[in-house]
């Protein structure tokens, strides 16, 4: 985690290479930048036996993280469980299957603390006191929770009508938060202008090179987990469309470096929800281009980006890797949420069920090995999003507190409720 | 984690040894049981060498949890962050301050999958095919999540009128969720009758000297992360009074087993809400028995028992220790849920909000030493008791998605939400 480790930013189109700073597009010809590594520097400290000795959280991973010094926001972020899920893998007539949990990362309960960990650590390393972000939702959870942590007056924009715990969790760290009339697209756009505007650091807009590469520590700690080994397929949900490429990218640095058993041949398949789809369905009409969609209307309201900054990135990857995409119904999504809760102990938030529902859907149709092994990314909690379920879960049964009415109620049976799977 | 490790369970009263069985009580004089162990067998492979190579889970302190073979159930519970909490030490003006964040447990966000995890691994030891626990909340998510992903039946049982998240957070994973009208120790006591009619495992019932043992780990993590050492001060939230009790063995074992640089002079202090303060009332008057609270009226929850299990054995600790007990008022929950959350990104529960509180007061009145090291226990997520803050908040200011509109409000001021500390 030395300075020379980063070379620079890149841009992913013409290559043209820029220094460490908070800027997010080619000036030549607007390609979006990368962070570019000094591998050979990199692996010097970068083995295995070192990486043993480090604390469980995704600093472990640091020479890969783009942050100069030691990390000074998030500290504690990653390190979340990869479960074997037997239960699920035996209904779904799969032989090995995982849930990687971000659904429980601290501090916000979702992925984005990974992006914001490093985004943040950067905004500090850079000198900005104000920073801020777009957000769908998780977001706003993340930065707001970091940047109080770190001290740091926090802006947070979000689309109006976001789910009561979504705003709620942002608005209890303290940060400004500002509901936006109209969609994500409308709420990004904002932010560009504002961090244009105010040279405050933006996340996911003018620090978005150095918050994209956060998303690659999820990636490094399913490998490691796996015993040094890349999965055979990767189902994650696609809102922006960033992490599965950098899921991706965490696998090929690892074999670029040595690190795995085996060389990487992961299948990527991404997930999102039928009322906004622009990249599966790029993907499946193999389009040229991703068409956004006006307006998205979905339960899964923290994938609703109709316009993802790296959607062709994402369709492009899914298909070059022999990967596949789908989108599914909001009932579908309930359907999965429940029945990941009910075989595995995990409430994701709606995202999860999209995931879960995709990956039934690309099983079904021979798209996945059943024979290969398959992780499903969960990246964010169901406590988040309360509303998807509130109507679609019994109601528990009220009694008086006599063994009497317990006895009847077990005659009767109490209501069942195992999802429709 | 060999059945020779544990030789019985023991009167915490007359000593009598039992063997390991769903019991918990003493048939002859009534007293609670508790799990008893041969440290010296212990002692033979519970090495920090040990335990260094270990995953960073609670089962890496597993020949002190009381389960014979390898855990079944709950397999990836624990290991949560120690936050050195510098800023908010700052504003409390004492030297050395952390916050043990198991708000974000896997797998359902709180202390109780600890417990959880040991009561259903012993419960399939056993037999069991149906589990079930008396709750306020917390455990009710804890044994449907973890009862789920282990593939046993699950009863749920819990005063009528508790929060939303905290009620889908049980039914969501199928388990029979049965609300009782009345306070928690209607639900308990119709529990005890249940779990004899049926021969069912209740965790806190009959499997409740295995089930209190798993907080040990708590514990455990908090001495390792220190640098095998117990701190001077545990603040903890009190609700049938066990956590506070099993943190302190678990700092004594350690000691006993010659794992801590130096001895254990750690004092206990026990949190409560005013409007259920059946600990801390017994600690400040000095009475010599627990008098109950009949009706329990407070924003938490989740610490709302009148007639508290180990009330007396926890306000003995309290004494003994050199330690000392508050309750605080729900306003005061609710500002210093708001005052971890901005300085220390932390979202907890009410509970949260109540230790808090209650260090607050007791560093004020020089109960708490401020030179002195002090870990505050977080035992549950915010995004479960919203209700408590939902009329708190301010609601996010909602604009037009232009840059003039935005400049306007940056002008004017957003609501700036700094609590009244």
């Not at 994209?212 to 994650?236: N, T, Y």
């Not at 979905?298 to 070059?320: H, M, Q, V």
Request: a negative charge; one cysteine or more; hydrophobic letters at 40%.
């Amino acid at each position: 985690m030395s300075g020379e480790l980063v070379t620079g930013l890149k841009c992913r189109l013409c290559g043209k290479l820029y220094p460490k700073e908070a800027l997010n597009f080619c000036t030549d010809d607007f390609g979006p930048l990368e962070v570019a590594y000094d591998y050979e520097a990199v692996g010097r400290t970068f083995t295995r036996e070192a990486i043993a000795t480090r604390p469980r959280n995704m600093w472990r991973y640091r020479e890969l993280l783009p942050v100069d010094g030691e990390p000074t926001v998030g500290r504690h972020v990653g390190g979340t469980p990869l479960i074997r899920a037997d239960r699920l893998a035996k209904l779904l007539g799969v032989a090995e299957l995982y849930i990687k949990n971000d659904a429980v990362n601290h501090p916000s309960l979702s992925f984005k603390d990974r992006v914001v960990a490093v985004a943040l650590s950067k905004a500090v390393e850079l000198g900005f006191e104000t920073v801020g972000c777009a957000s769908t939702g998780n977001l706003a959870g993340s930065v707001a929770a970091n940047a109080a942590a770190a001290g740091l007056e926090a802006y947070v924009l979000i689309p109006e009508g976001l789910e009561q715990g979504k705003v709620l969790g942002a608005t209890i760290y303290g940060a400004k938060v500002v509901a936006v009339r109209g969609n994500y697209d409308h709420v990004n756009r904002l932010c560009s202008q504002i961090a244009f505007r105010y040279g405050w650091g933006f996340v996911n807009v003018n620090l978005r090179p150095f918050y994209a590469e956060g998303s690659k520590s999820m990636g490094f700690e399913i490998a490691e987990e796996l015993g040094w080994r890349a999965p055979d397929q990767v189902v994650a949900p696609m809102a922006g469309g960033s992490l599965i490429g950098k899921l991706h990218k965490s696998f090929l640095e690892l074999e670029t470096l040595g690190l795995l058993n085996g060389p990487v041949r992961t299948k990527m398949f991404g997930a999102q929800a039928t009322g906004c789809n622009p990249i599966s369905n790029t993907v499946k009409t193999g389009a040229g281009k991703v068409k956004p969609v006006r307006n998205p209307e979905t339960i899964a309201k923290s994938l609703a980006i109709g316009d993802p900054a790296d959607g062709w990135f994402a369709s492009k990857l899914i298909r070059e890797t022999g990967g596949w995409s789908e989108d599914v119904s909001d009932d579908a999504i309930v359907d999965n949420m429940r029945l990941l809760a009910e075989t595995e102990g995990v409430w994701a938030e709606t995202a999860g069920g999209v995931t879960l529902a995709v990956a039934r859907r690309l099983i079904d149709e021979g798209k996945i090995d059943r024979d290969g092994s398959i992780v499903l990314c969960i990246t964010g909690n169901g406590l988040k999003t309360q509303e998807a379920l509130v109507d679609h879960l019994p109601r528990p049964v009220v009694i008086r507190p006599t063994l009497e009415e317990f006895e009847a109620l077990v005659e009767a049976g109490v209501p069942a409720v195992l999802a429709s799977a």
